[in-house]
């Protein structure tokens, strides 16, 4: 005799979540960690290239992950404006050193505030001990934005 087996109860796809209103969001509900960063030492071409594939910033970080500063594209269009060539450049002679950042814990009410106050596109995160996390853009915020609802995983799970 074959014994039929019972099909797992199927979960919702919403299960162990709770809805989180736009007010409620943080920066740590919507970075991007997913982002490439430069060490001091790598070359402004490099640091260039991460930046065309990246977009807005790329991050400078030192060997424990702290951040130490930012290049954008202004900073590499100031290099070129005052003659320098990137190959001859470090991400350090680069980056705009103590760049603005954000905790993970910021509500993205005052994120908004700070964007748009400061004219920033993207802000680099960081934990408590300054250490990187990832990147918050504009865009990011208008995505969570165009979410109201939107569901962030239950705590203590």
């Known amino acids: 005799m074959v014994k039929k087996r019972k099909a797992p109860a199927r979960r919702s796809s919403g299960a ?11 920066v740590g509900d919507i970075v991007n960690k997913r982002v490439q960063t430069a060490r001091p030492d790598m070359k402004g071409d490099r640091v260039a290239g991460l930046l065309l594939k990246e977009g807005g910033v790329v991050p400078v970080v030192d060997k424990a992950k702290q951040l130490t500063g930012v290049v ?20 350090r002679d680069l980056m705009t ?11 993205l009410s005052t994120l908004v ?17 300054n250490r990187f996390v990832g990147v918050v853009t504009r865009r990011d915020v208008v995505r969570a934005a165009l979410r109201p609802g939107r569901k962030r995983p239950a705590r203590g799970r």
């Open 113 to 129: 505030h700070v964007l748009t106050e400061s004219d920033l596109i993207s802000v680099p995160v960081v934990n408590a001990g």
């Open 72 to 91: 954008s594209e202004h900073d590499l269009l100031l290099a070129l404006d005052e003659g320098q060539a990137w190959s001859a450049q470090t991400a």
């Open 97 to 107: 050193e103590n760049p603005y950042s954000v905790p993970t814990e910021t509500t």
């Open 16 to 26: 162990g979540r709770r809805r989180v209103a736009f007010e409620d969001l943080t």
